[in-house]
């Protein structure tokens, strides 16, 4: 072989061999929420190989709260063999400051501003760590292999104790101007409704999120059993027939429906996905929920949006933190 | 000079004589509506250098509006020296299928599904002719040149007869599923609300749109002087101090900040531009807007945003279009 011969097929192989490498690599996928933190690692095709997670600790301080986030990700690294990594994904509790990723997640009091992006970076040097906001982190999780795969216009919603979601618009990840966009929790439904945690009057979440329903239908005479109730229990009242809480569950799925109605006008959406705790409650919050939707979504390119449920279930979010390493081009837009 | 030297210089030569003839070429900017016909030809920097306009001829089968459509370019095109054209822009109104533009506009019976981007095609072999919906054209045009300028997440709204807009986020347009984003006219801000003519109940366009504002205030007992009246004379009233006028702008005003505090909490908007003949009315508009958006926009981010009224007036549209052909990078994502 000429010495051009030799270079090329050096070149070329050493390529592959990134290739292969970069095909091999996983994704550091995190959750942080105020009850629990999860790490997985991700294939890149966003198979989830290995995962672990524990309770948020609630005791601890700022630099705790950090100490035990290192030892669940060390702990799942090690045990996966110390596998060769490609980045590091976040989805945290907002509030953040966006894209350096100063978090202040409202349910975790420890850390006010705390640098987590560039504690990440410090602890994984030379690797991209790239942090968003938890309920985005499963919208993209859900567009990029869940239940709105394939589609380029796509609402991600999660309805727990908030209400949250994620919008990817002509197949990308919105950001907005401070990477809050999706935030279909404060989209306002009612104008005399109920007051919002905001500050605000009848946002969705105001009526939707768990703890809204418990306190609605115990003001309309809802009596469990115990005092320290969810939205889980409700479900169960309104799937056994209780009819106060069969009305809060119609009243949650009417503003859902309302609420999708003018995201889906505004938007022009394909495909809602609705996740979280209270989407388990299934037909008691969906009939509803597509009743509303079909009074009020009445343009002929907005009655095409469908609400389905979404399809990943409790990984989502680490799925979505993924898809920031590995689909960048399609769900990172910041340094 | 060498052979390659001398065809470097002539290949250099070329290019810049290309780039100036493509920096001297002219956009066709066309803005087709239910009363008028618009056309200009629009500079790279934005500026309209020549423009003309006639009314949209109500007594013509669909032929006939297409030719009166081309006498008025023809003529606009040969008064200006028949100078070199870069593509053809269009906003036109709506519905249309997007973005093959077989168009259907609600206040030109004459038009139903007419070809008019394949029709343009034929007439200009060989340009880029791209059309959109006028609501849309207009908000492109602020976003581009005027009150969105500079800002990457931008609604642009026209409020006039009806209520409709444009979406630019993340520095670029945003089509949807069919290219019907930015429908801002239908979120629903009163679920309660009055019926709308898209079938549904409580849209903003309902409560806001000009005739809906002077039918309720003739419900209320606003008594004009003339029978054939329209949101210019509500606004003289209002303007007057008559209570009843000054009601009907105040619930438009309201609708308004209600459906805006939505949008800037789903899509994380830095500006909002009205324009259209009610945003005429000023601060008999604007200040029950700014004080019902600031009364929902409560989340951090969202209390950022700014509605200002649009700067570029009747030409928006003929901007827009025209940016659709200079900057399709970030207007233009369809082929």
Request: with cysteine.
């Given at each position: 072989?000429?010495?051009?011969?030799?270079?090329?097929?050096?070149?070329?192989?050493?390529?592959?061999?990134?290739?292969?490498g970069a095909a091999e690599r996983l994704a550091l996928a995190?959750?942080?929420?105020?009850?629990?933190?999860?790490?997985?690692?991700?294939?890149?095709?966003?198979?989830?190989?290995?995962?672990?997670?524990?309770?948020?600790?609630?005791?601890?301080?700022?630099?705790?709260?950090?100490?035990?986030?290192?030892?669940?990700?060390?702990?799942?690294?090690?045990?996966?063999?110390?596998?060769?990594?490609?980045?590091?994904?976040?989805?945290?509790?907002?509030?953040?400051?966006?894209?350096?990723?100063?978090?202040?997640?409202?349910?975790?009091?420890?850390?006010?501003?705390?640098?987590?992006?560039?504690?990440?970076?410090?602890?994984?040097?030379?690797?991209?760590?790239?942090?968003?906001?938890?309920?985005?982190?499963?919208?993209?999780?859900?567009?990029?292999?869940?239940?709105?795969?394939?589609?380029?216009?796509?609402?991600?919603?999660?309805?727990?104790?908030?209400?949250?979601?994620?919008?990817?618009?002509?197949?990308?990840?919105?950001?907005?101007?401070?990477?809050?966009?999706?935030?279909?929790?404060?989209?306002?439904?009612?104008?005399?409704?109920?007051?919002?945690?905001?500050?605000?009057?009848?946002?969705?979440?105001?009526?939707?999120?768990?703890?809204?329903?418990?306190?609605?239908?115990?003001?309309?005479?809802?009596?469990?059993?115990?005092?320290?109730?969810?939205?889980?229990?409700?479900?169960?009242?309104?799937?056994?027939?209780?009819?106060?809480?069969?009305?809060?569950?119609?009243?949650?799925?009417?503003?859902?429906?309302?609420?999708?109605?003018?995201?889906?006008?505004?938007?022009?959406?394909?495909?809602?996905?609705?996740?979280?705790?209270?989407?388990?409650?299934?037909?008691?919050?969906?009939?509803?929920?597509?009743?509303?939707?079909?009074?009020?979504?009445?343009?002929?390119?907005?009655?095409?949006?469908?609400?389905?449920?979404?399809?990943?279930?409790?990984?989502?979010?680490?799925?979505?933190?993924?898809?920031?390493?590995?689909?960048?081009?399609?769900?990172?837009?910041?340094?």
């Amino acid at each position: 072989m000429s010495e051009r011969a030799t270079w090329e097929a050096t070149a070329i192989e050493g390529l592959r061999a990134a290739e292969r490498g970069a095909a091999e690599r996983l994704a550091l996928a995190i959750d942080i929420g105020g009850t629990k933190l999860a790490a997985a690692l991700v294939e890149p095709g966003g198979r989830v190989a290995h995962h672990d997670r524990t309770h948020t600790p609630v005791d601890l301080d700022a630099e705790g709260l950090w100490r035990s986030l290192l030892a669940l990700l060390d702990k799942l690294v090690a045990d996966a063999g110390d596998p060769p990594l490609a980045g590091i994904g976040v989805g945290c509790g907002g509030p953040m400051r966006w894209p350096s990723a100063e978090v202040s997640p409202l349910n975790i009091p420890a850390w006010r501003d705390f640098p987590l992006r560039d504690r990440l970076r410090e602890r994984y040097p030379g690797l991209p760590v790239r942090v968003h906001n938890d309920a985005i982190c499963v919208a993209v999780g859900e567009h990029w292999r869940g239940a709105g795969r394939g589609r380029g216009n796509v609402l991600g919603m999660v309805v727990s104790t908030g209400v949250g979601g994620g919008l990817i618009l002509d197949g990308r990840l919105v950001d907005g101007a401070s990477g809050n966009a999706g935030h279909i929790g404060h989209v306002v439904v009612d104008p005399a409704g109920p007051p919002c945690k905001c500050g605000g009057r009848g946002c969705l979440e105001a009526i939707a999120r768990g703890p809204g329903l418990v306190a609605w239908a115990q003001e309309q005479g809802w009596r469990p059993g115990r005092t320290d109730v969810t939205g889980v229990e409700l479900t169960e009242d309104a799937r056994r027939g209780h009819p106060v809480a069969s009305a809060a569950m119609d009243r949650a799925g009417r503003a859902l429906g309302i609420a999708i109605a003018s995201a889906a006008h505004l938007c022009d959406l394909e495909v809602v996905s609705v996740g979280g705790g209270l989407s388990q409650a299934g037909p008691l919050l969906f009939d509803p929920l597509e009743e509303a939707l079909r009074a009020h979504a009445r343009m002929d390119f907005a009655r095409q949006v469908r609400v389905v449920p979404a399809a990943l279930g409790q990984t989502a979010g680490l799925v979505g933190a993924a898809a920031l390493v590995f689909a960048a081009d399609r769900y990172w837009n910041a340094d």
